[in-house]
Nanobody
Framework: QVQLVESGGGLVQAGGSLRLSCAAS????????MRWYRQAPGKQRELVAV???????NYADSVKGRVTISRDNAKNTVYLQMNSLKPEDTAVYYC??????????????WGQGTQVTVSS
């Protein structure tokens, strides 16, 4: 059984910072790409950032320069450092990872989401 658990969300004023964490646990053999998505009320879920197993990264244009994704492979954890937050960053943030587990399958897993609210 593989689980992804996010933490670090909360309420912050515009211009502030938050650091999200997502830890994967269970019978994990390997993790490839790890991603952060977000979904604002009434909007579709969108990809925020992705980090591959070689630590190469990509970001949505809306967050470039303000957000940094990183990972700690020893801890099976991905992070999202968000700076200069804007009210439009308000959303539920979800982590996603491509995991090869003891089930001998390689598939994406999702966390339960963590709320980020940015006040103006």
């Amino acid at each position: 059984q593989v689980q992804l658990v996010e933490s670090g969300g909360g309420l912050v004023q515009a211009g502030g910072s938050l650091r999200l964490s997502c830890a994967a646990s269970g019978s994990i053999f390997n993790i490839n790409a790890m991603r952060w998505y977000r979904q604002a009320p009434g909007k579709q879920r969108e990809l925020v950032a992705v980090i591959d197993s070689d630590s190469s990264t990509n970001y949505a244009d809306s967050v470039k320069g303000r957000v940094t994704i990183s990972r700690d492979n020893a801890k099976n954890t991905v992070y999202l450092q968000m700076n200069s937050l804007k009210p439009e960053d308000t959303a539920v943030y979800y982590c996603n990872a491509d995991i090869f587990s003891s089930a001998l399958t390689f598939r994406p897993y999702w966390g339960q989401g963590t709320q980020v609210t940015v006040s103006s």
